[in-house]
């Protein structure tokens, strides 16, 4: 299994970018995929999940109602869409998965520590 996540960048606040989480060896529609981000100094925290089967995302907080997570079951590809980006938000940007994960309950609470499959990051920085 190989996740590689991309579309990262240098964009001012307000802007917007738009992730790519692209899989090899599984099929994303099966399984929970969760973004994580880690900021310099901070632990690496969980902000967008797409569940398996027909359940609602899920999303931190601080990024509701800017972040929206989608999947394109033919391209096995899960994308982060980021609006009105904040500087708050630069960090590196992951995607990641388990093969036990297909709630975005079990991608979160194994988080950091516990999930198998995590994409090589992609940076995100918000300038002013």
């Known amino acids: 299994v190989q996740l590689q996540a991309s579309g990262g960048g240098l964009v001012q606040r307000g802007g917007s970018l738009r992730l790519s989480c692209e899989a090899s060896g599984i099929d994303l529609e099966n399984y929970a995929i969760g973004w994580f981000r880690q900021a310099p100094g901070k632990l690496r925290e969980g902000v967008a999940c797409?569940?398996?089967?027909?359940?609602?995302?899920d999303y931190a907080d601080s990024v509701k109602g800017r972040f929206t997570v989608s999947r394109d079951n033919a391209k096995n590809t899960v994308y982060l869409q980021m609006n009105t980006l904040k500087l708050e938000d630069t960090a590196v940007y992951y995607c990641?998965?388990?093969?036990?994960?297909?709630?975005?309950?079990?991608?979160?609470?194994?988080?950091?520590?516990?999930?198998?499959?995590w994409g090589k990051g992609t940076q995100v920085t918000v300038s002013s």
């Open positions: 797409i569940a398996s089967g027909n359940d609602s995302p």
């Open positions: 990641a998965t388990d093969l036990a994960a297909y709630k975005c309950a079990t991608v979160f609470a194994l988080g950091r520590n516990g999930l198998d499959y």
